[in-house]
């Protein structure tokens, strides 16, 4: 391989591959641009390598999506070339070739950006190379290891922090990874594989198993969302459970492929060159598209029911105080005088009920969606439990002050 030879290249120019061997530099003209304009504005710049990646860094912290972490990608070139050689120099492979390799290194560049801190003294490119071959190493164990596991082996393997995360990246919704999770959990809990050994390539359940899989999750899905909650026979789960596995294996690692490599019988433009769009839809979103659906009016209403319930569950006086507030329209002053009490008593009441109806929702949302909300969350809702209040005394006929007892 070719070494770069001025600052500029070393910032601005990305390897190219022709297969597994080193074919050209390619510069970024954008970038190349950047470090001229970083020249010119110092009339004796600095000629140390790893000040400008230094520097590059500290800007990488402060702005995250500005042009640092391309001249820091094109910086590292060399390193994640000499640490993909060395793998596949030590450990003999047919399936994963050096630009593989490469590009095992290269996509995992944010590992070594977070983790490196200049305030040790360390040098960047060493750190990089010694962060690199270990990512490098720790991908292909991955990927060793998965690749040769069922979808039932690979369920059984992954936690559910882990599943999480990778149906959380593949962009779907809190309700819909609960019901995802919800299924997983099942599946572990009544599929026992029979062999003591060979856990890789764990066999489908029967059909027994399937039936209990749906049973229990139909269970804890109606104790979860109540009896309207939509059922879900086996098909249904093993159907979420295939899309679980395929999505981990995405998660975990996804597919490498160069840039550079010429889709088949497109041989004379690159890859590149016809990158899918970024905002069409992925085909477990569409998948789960129609649950999602089924389920939103399931669980407005639900939550409405939980509200009303936690209503009726409050003490008499601070029922009046709702009626007379949300009902009748009064003032906190009015209320005061009607119930013959201080008008601070009314306003620290309404904001107890108030704390109480927003830690229903917060225990319905743990309990449902099995998330529990942010403190800025919570605040958030806090206007959307307002409307929620006047809507629903905003159903019932008005009342008159008179007609209510101060109880």
Known sequence: MRPRQSLIEHFSAFLQFDADHFKNWVIEPQLRRSIRNCFQQHPQPETSENFWALYWHRVWQVQPDSLARGHLAAYVQEVCYWAAQKMTERF??????????????ITRLDRVLKGFNSDLGCNFKNYASATLSSLIRESLRQRREIDICSDWALLRKLSQKRLTEALQNAGLSDHAIASYVLAWRCFKTLYTPQQATGTRKLPKPDQ?????????????????????????????????????????????YPNVVSINTPKPGQEGSDFLDHLPDAAQTSLLN?????????????????????????????DPQAQTMLQLYYQASLTQQQIAKQLGIKQYTVSRRLVKVREALLRKIAEWSQQTLHIMPSLDVLKYTGPILEEWLEAYYGRHEPVSPENVSAE
């Open 92 to 105: 003999a492979m047919t399936q994963y070739g050096l630009a593989d390799c490469f590009q095992m290194a």
């Open 286 to 314: 569409q998948m789960i598209a129609e649950e999602e659906a089924q389920t939103r009016q399931t669980q407005k209403d639900q939550l409405s029911s939980v509200l009303s319930e936690a209503l009726v569950q409050l």
């Open 208 to 252: 027994n198993t399937w039936e209990a899989i749906a049973q229990l999750y139909n269970r804890e899905n109606q104790d979860q969302l109540g009896p309207q909650s939509p059922s879900a026979n086996p098909e249904i789960l093993e159907k979420r459970l295939h899309s679980c596995a395929s999505t981990a294996r995405a998660y975990l």
